[in-house]
């Protein structure tokens, strides 16, 4: 590679970095946007390891956005999760193909939806089922001033 090209590489790096950190996402369905979430990202191994361990505050308008580099069957566990949370799993297209539901706090027991995703919120207990976030919604990710 010439010496000309290399920050051009660079920025596009950081431009593609840039586009996967996002504050919000809402969910739309076929009525119009029915939540909005502000969210941290998990975009590396490392956050994404982390999760929401430990924490033992989320607001009904909070979550974590896991941005997965790779579009599959994704597992999560509770393991030192005091909360009980909500997991939207959503696909490259940002389509909603799975929930789980009230999760266990703690557990060490995997949990997936068995449809292959690149997204998975985390949102609080409940959240999901009283925003009616359904199967078939579109999750909209958004960077906030």
């Known amino acids: ?26 969910f739309e369905g076929a009525d119009g946007v029915k939540a909005t979430f502000s969210v941290e990202v998990a975009d590396t191994p490392e956050k994404r ?3 929401l361990m430990y924490r033992q505050e989320l607001g009904d308008d909070e979550g974590m956005l ?9 597992s999560f566990w509770m393991k030192n999760t005091p909360l009980s949370l909500d997991m939207i799993f959503m696909d490259g297209r940002r389509r909603v193909v799975g929930i789980i539901h009230d999760t266990v706090p703690f557990s060490t027991r995997s949990v ?21 976030i359904a199967v078939g919604d579109v999750g909209r990710f958004e960077r906030l001033p």
């Open 112 to 132: 997936s939806v068995g449809v292959a995703s690149r997204y998975v919120l985390e949102v609080r207990a409940g959240v999901a089922r009283r925003s009616q």
């Open 49 to 51: 390891r982390w999760g």
């Open 1 to 26: 590679m010439s010496v000309r090209l290399w920050p051009v590489c660079v920025l596009l790096l950081c431009l593609q970095a840039a586009c996967e950190r996002v504050p919000s996402v809402s």
């Open 66 to 74: 896991f941005v997965f580099p790779e579009e599959r069957d994704h």
